[in-house]
Protein backbone atom coordinates (compact mmCIF):
# COMPACT_ATOMS: atom_id res chain seq x y z
CA UNK A 1 0.00 0.00 0.00
CA UNK A 2 1.63 3.54 -0.99
CA UNK A 3 1.89 5.61 1.78
CA UNK A 4 -0.26 9.02 2.35
CA UNK A 5 1.34 12.47 2.01
CA UNK A 6 1.21 12.50 5.42
CA UNK A 7 3.53 9.71 6.08
CA UNK A 8 6.12 10.30 3.79
CA UNK A 9 8.53 12.76 5.34
CA UNK A 10 11.75 14.34 3.95
CA UNK A 11 14.74 15.27 6.20
CA UNK A 12 14.36 16.17 9.60
CA UNK A 13 10.79 15.47 9.74
CA UNK A 14 9.20 17.65 7.00
CA UNK A 15 6.64 16.06 4.49
CA UNK A 16 8.40 15.98 0.80
CA UNK A 17 5.48 17.81 -0.21
CA UNK A 18 6.10 20.73 2.13
CA UNK A 19 9.82 21.01 0.93
CA UNK A 20 11.02 23.69 -0.86
CA UNK A 21 11.82 23.36 -4.22
CA UNK A 22 15.28 24.16 -5.86
CA UNK A 23 15.16 26.32 -8.42
CA UNK A 24 17.12 25.46 -11.40
CA UNK A 25 20.24 27.79 -12.82
CA UNK A 26 18.28 27.75 -16.27
CA UNK A 27 15.16 28.73 -14.57
CA UNK A 28 16.95 31.63 -13.49
CA UNK A 29 18.54 32.79 -16.31
CA UNK A 30 15.52 32.81 -18.33
CA UNK A 31 13.84 34.74 -15.25
CA UNK A 32 17.09 37.44 -15.37
CA UNK A 33 16.46 37.85 -19.45
CA UNK A 34 12.51 38.90 -19.41
CA UNK A 35 13.54 41.08 -16.59
CA UNK A 36 16.12 42.36 -18.77
CA UNK A 37 14.13 42.78 -21.82
CA UNK A 38 11.18 44.29 -19.73
CA UNK A 39 13.18 46.98 -18.53
CA UNK A 40 14.45 47.62 -21.71
CA UNK A 41 11.04 47.95 -23.81
CA UNK A 42 10.11 50.06 -20.29
CA UNK A 43 13.23 52.48 -21.08
CA UNK A 44 12.35 52.20 -24.64
CA UNK A 45 8.93 53.46 -24.57
CA UNK A 46 10.04 56.24 -22.20
CA UNK A 47 12.27 57.72 -24.40
CA UNK A 48 10.11 57.46 -27.37
CA UNK A 49 7.14 59.17 -25.09
CA UNK A 50 9.50 62.03 -24.39
CA UNK A 51 10.34 62.31 -28.00
CA UNK A 52 6.96 62.01 -29.40
CA UNK A 53 5.98 65.02 -27.04
CA UNK A 54 9.01 67.02 -27.38
CA UNK A 55 9.78 66.44 -31.29
CA UNK A 56 7.46 69.51 -32.30
CA UNK A 57 8.37 72.10 -30.02
CA UNK A 58 12.08 70.86 -28.65
CA UNK A 59 13.59 68.76 -31.04
CA UNK A 60 16.69 68.72 -29.98
CA UNK A 61 15.38 67.21 -26.43
CA UNK A 62 13.80 64.83 -28.46
CA UNK A 63 16.92 63.73 -30.72
CA UNK A 64 19.06 63.68 -27.20
CA UNK A 65 16.88 60.43 -26.97
CA UNK A 66 16.42 59.49 -30.37
CA UNK A 67 19.37 61.11 -32.37
CA UNK A 68 17.22 59.39 -36.02
CA UNK A 69 13.98 60.25 -35.25
CA UNK A 70 12.36 61.69 -38.64
CA UNK A 71 9.67 64.48 -37.44
CA UNK A 72 12.35 66.05 -34.83
CA UNK A 73 15.05 66.14 -37.64
CA UNK A 74 12.80 67.71 -40.15
CA UNK A 75 11.17 70.33 -37.14
CA UNK A 76 14.84 71.70 -36.04
CA UNK A 77 15.79 71.99 -39.27
CA UNK A 78 12.73 74.06 -39.81
CA UNK A 79 13.00 75.94 -36.67
CA UNK A 80 16.72 76.61 -37.95
CA UNK A 81 15.50 78.08 -41.29
CA UNK A 82 12.59 80.38 -39.56
CA UNK A 83 15.14 81.82 -37.12
CA UNK A 84 16.80 83.24 -40.19
CA UNK A 85 19.63 80.94 -39.92
CA UNK A 86 21.91 80.47 -43.37
CA UNK A 87 22.27 76.54 -43.86
CA UNK A 88 23.94 75.41 -47.08
CA UNK A 89 21.74 73.67 -49.76
CA UNK A 90 23.41 70.31 -49.24
CA UNK A 91 23.23 70.29 -45.13
CA UNK A 92 19.03 71.09 -45.66
CA UNK A 93 19.34 67.40 -47.82
CA UNK A 94 20.98 65.70 -46.26
CA UNK A 95 19.04 66.40 -43.19
CA UNK A 96 15.89 65.83 -45.12
CA UNK A 97 17.58 62.63 -46.40
CA UNK A 98 18.03 61.31 -42.62
CA UNK A 99 14.48 62.04 -41.64
CA UNK A 100 13.25 60.53 -44.17
CA UNK A 101 14.93 57.79 -43.61
CA UNK A 102 13.42 57.33 -40.18
CA UNK A 103 9.76 58.58 -41.90
CA UNK A 104 9.46 57.78 -45.25
CA UNK A 105 6.13 59.70 -45.69
CA UNK A 106 7.40 63.00 -43.60
CA UNK A 107 6.25 65.98 -45.61
CA UNK A 108 8.25 68.45 -43.93
CA UNK A 109 11.19 66.41 -45.31
CA UNK A 110 9.99 66.26 -48.62
CA UNK A 111 9.60 69.73 -48.00
CA UNK A 112 13.25 70.88 -46.99
CA UNK A 113 14.31 68.63 -50.15
CA UNK A 114 12.65 71.23 -52.17
CA UNK A 115 13.83 74.11 -50.15
CA UNK A 116 17.73 72.83 -50.49
CA UNK A 117 16.53 72.47 -54.35
CA UNK A 118 15.16 75.75 -54.47
CA UNK A 119 18.96 76.96 -53.04
CA UNK A 120 20.09 75.49 -56.09
CA UNK A 121 17.93 76.87 -58.57
CA UNK A 122 16.79 73.58 -59.84
CA UNK A 123 12.65 74.75 -60.41
CA UNK A 124 11.59 71.63 -61.79
CA UNK A 125 12.70 69.49 -58.73
CA UNK A 126 11.80 72.44 -56.37
CA UNK A 127 7.99 72.25 -58.00
CA UNK A 128 7.92 68.69 -58.16
CA UNK A 129 8.26 68.36 -54.72
CA UNK A 130 6.75 70.90 -53.37
CA UNK A 131 3.66 69.10 -54.97
CA UNK A 132 4.52 65.95 -53.42
CA UNK A 133 5.10 67.21 -50.00
CA UNK A 134 1.51 68.56 -50.54
CA UNK A 135 0.09 65.17 -51.24
CA UNK A 136 1.05 63.73 -48.53
CA UNK A 137 -0.35 66.70 -46.18
CA UNK A 138 -2.12 69.71 -46.31
CA UNK A 139 -1.76 70.78 -42.76
CA UNK A 140 2.15 71.97 -43.16
CA UNK A 141 2.58 75.93 -43.73
CA UNK A 142 5.36 76.33 -45.28
CA UNK A 143 4.21 73.88 -48.11
CA UNK A 144 1.35 75.79 -48.82
CA UNK A 145 4.09 79.24 -48.73
CA UNK A 146 5.59 77.66 -51.25
CA UNK A 147 2.29 76.71 -53.29
CA UNK A 148 1.28 80.47 -52.46
CA UNK A 149 4.09 81.77 -54.13
CA UNK A 150 4.18 79.62 -56.91
CA UNK A 151 1.00 80.77 -57.69
CA UNK A 152 1.47 84.30 -57.27
CA UNK A 153 4.30 84.11 -59.84
CA UNK A 154 1.71 82.77 -61.70
CA UNK A 155 -0.22 85.50 -61.49
CA UNK A 156 -3.15 83.13 -60.39
CA UNK A 157 -4.37 85.03 -57.00
CA UNK A 158 -8.15 82.57 -57.12
CA UNK A 159 -4.96 79.70 -56.80
CA UNK A 160 -2.67 81.53 -54.32
CA UNK A 161 -5.96 82.27 -51.81
CA UNK A 162 -6.92 78.84 -51.73
CA UNK A 163 -3.52 77.90 -50.07
CA UNK A 164 -3.64 80.39 -48.13
CA UNK A 165 -6.99 79.40 -46.50
CA UNK A 166 -6.13 76.12 -46.47
CA UNK A 167 -2.98 76.82 -44.44
CA UNK A 168 -4.75 79.43 -42.09
CA UNK A 169 -7.56 76.85 -41.31
CA UNK A 170 -5.14 74.21 -40.85
CA UNK A 171 -2.25 75.10 -38.81
CA UNK A 172 -1.74 77.49 -35.85
CA UNK A 173 1.44 78.89 -36.77
CA UNK A 174 0.06 79.53 -40.26
CA UNK A 175 -1.10 83.54 -39.25
CA UNK A 176 2.06 84.52 -37.88
CA UNK A 177 3.70 83.22 -41.20
CA UNK A 178 0.50 84.74 -43.34
CA UNK A 179 -1.16 87.46 -42.05
CA UNK A 180 1.95 89.92 -43.04
CA UNK A 181 1.90 88.38 -46.30
CA UNK A 182 -2.14 89.61 -46.39
CA UNK A 183 -1.22 93.10 -45.12
CA UNK A 184 0.12 93.23 -48.74
CA UNK A 185 -2.16 91.38 -50.50
CA UNK A 186 -5.28 94.15 -49.72
CA UNK A 187 -3.09 96.69 -51.02
CA UNK A 188 -4.14 95.87 -54.60
CA UNK A 189 -7.79 95.92 -55.69
CA UNK A 190 -7.10 92.73 -57.45
CA UNK A 191 -5.86 91.35 -53.67
CA UNK A 192 -9.03 92.30 -52.52
CA UNK A 193 -11.51 90.51 -54.80
CA UNK A 194 -9.99 87.26 -54.19
CA UNK A 195 -10.05 87.57 -50.66
CA UNK A 196 -13.77 88.55 -50.31
CA UNK A 197 -15.26 85.04 -50.85
CA UNK A 198 -13.19 83.84 -47.72
CA UNK A 199 -14.51 87.07 -45.60
CA UNK A 200 -18.15 86.65 -46.49
CA UNK A 201 -17.37 83.10 -45.83
CA UNK A 202 -17.07 84.07 -42.06
CA UNK A 203 -13.85 81.29 -41.12
CA UNK A 204 -12.28 82.22 -38.51
CA UNK A 205 -9.14 83.13 -39.66
CA UNK A 206 -10.61 86.05 -41.68
CA UNK A 207 -12.27 87.79 -38.64
CA UNK A 208 -8.66 87.35 -36.67
CA UNK A 209 -7.27 88.58 -39.93
CA UNK A 210 -9.41 92.11 -39.66
CA UNK A 211 -7.79 92.46 -36.19
CA UNK A 212 -4.40 92.08 -36.85
CA UNK A 213 -4.86 94.49 -39.68
CA UNK A 214 -6.20 97.03 -37.63
CA UNK A 215 -3.58 96.72 -34.99
CA UNK A 216 -0.60 96.56 -37.63
CA UNK A 217 -1.25 98.22 -40.78
CA UNK A 218 0.46 102.01 -40.61
CA UNK A 219 -1.86 103.00 -43.41
CA UNK A 220 -5.28 101.83 -42.52
CA UNK A 221 -6.83 102.70 -46.05
CA UNK A 222 -6.24 99.25 -47.64
CA UNK A 223 -8.38 97.83 -44.53
CA UNK A 224 -10.80 100.59 -44.84
CA UNK A 225 -11.36 99.63 -48.82
CA UNK A 226 -11.66 96.10 -47.65
CA UNK A 227 -14.47 96.42 -45.48
CA UNK A 228 -16.23 98.58 -47.50
CA UNK A 229 -15.96 95.89 -50.79
CA UNK A 230 -17.06 93.28 -48.38
CA UNK A 231 -18.79 94.22 -45.68
CA UNK A 232 -16.55 93.11 -43.21
CA UNK A 233 -18.05 89.77 -41.09
CA UNK A 234 -21.11 88.28 -42.27
CA UNK A 235 -22.83 88.48 -38.92
CA UNK A 236 -24.11 92.23 -38.72
CA UNK A 237 -23.24 92.37 -35.19
CA UNK A 238 -19.58 91.34 -35.57
CA UNK A 239 -19.17 93.82 -38.69
CA UNK A 240 -20.87 96.62 -36.07
CA UNK A 241 -17.85 95.84 -33.71
CA UNK A 242 -15.41 95.33 -36.31
CA UNK A 243 -16.19 98.86 -37.60
CA UNK A 244 -16.14 100.07 -34.42
CA UNK A 245 -12.61 98.97 -33.67
CA UNK A 246 -11.28 100.71 -36.62
CA UNK A 247 -13.27 104.13 -36.46
CA UNK A 248 -10.87 103.91 -32.81
CA UNK A 249 -8.26 102.85 -34.59
CA UNK A 250 -8.02 105.45 -37.08
CA UNK A 251 -8.86 107.97 -34.76
CA UNK A 252 -5.90 106.83 -32.39
CA UNK A 253 -3.45 107.39 -35.53
CA UNK A 254 -4.92 110.40 -36.81
CA UNK A 255 -5.95 109.06 -39.85
CA UNK A 256 -9.33 110.86 -39.95
CA UNK A 257 -10.08 111.47 -43.45
CA UNK A 258 -10.97 107.34 -43.96
CA UNK A 259 -13.84 107.59 -41.36
CA UNK A 260 -15.97 109.08 -42.92
CA UNK A 261 -15.61 106.80 -45.88
CA UNK A 262 -15.85 103.64 -43.50
CA UNK A 263 -18.76 105.02 -42.24
CA UNK A 264 -20.49 106.36 -45.76
CA UNK A 265 -22.98 102.99 -45.61
CA UNK A 266 -23.97 103.15 -42.06
CA UNK A 267 -27.09 104.58 -41.01
CA UNK A 268 -27.01 107.61 -38.35
CA UNK A 269 -23.11 107.06 -38.09
CA UNK A 270 -22.71 111.06 -37.85
CA UNK A 271 -24.64 111.17 -34.99
CA UNK A 272 -23.13 108.36 -33.22
CA UNK A 273 -19.59 110.23 -33.87
CA UNK A 274 -21.08 113.50 -32.85
CA UNK A 275 -22.55 112.10 -29.63
CA UNK A 276 -19.02 110.93 -28.52
CA UNK A 277 -19.68 107.09 -28.67
CA UNK A 278 -17.14 104.89 -30.98
CA UNK A 279 -17.86 102.65 -29.17
CA UNK A 280 -21.79 103.01 -30.78
CA UNK A 281 -20.76 103.67 -34.39
CA UNK A 282 -22.40 101.06 -36.86
CA UNK A 283 -25.30 100.05 -34.68
CA UNK A 284 -27.92 100.33 -37.27
Not at 29 to 50: D, E, Q, R, T
Not at 206 to 221: E, M, P, V
Request: proline share 6%.
Amino acid sequence: MAPSKKNVKGRRGVPAWAAPRRIGGAVLAKFAVIAIFAAIGAWLAFILAVSGIARSKAPDRALAFVPWEGNALANKADMQLLSGQKIPAKTIAATARAALRNSPLNAKAVRLRAKSAGLEADSVKTSNLVLASARLTRRDPLTQVFLIEEAVRQDDLKKAMFHYDLALRSSSIAPQILYPRLLKVIEHPEGRTALKPYLRSGEQWTLDFIGFAKDNSKDLAPLVDLMLETGGAPDPALARVQRAAIVSALADRQQYAQIPRLLRPVPNAAGALTGGGLETVGHD
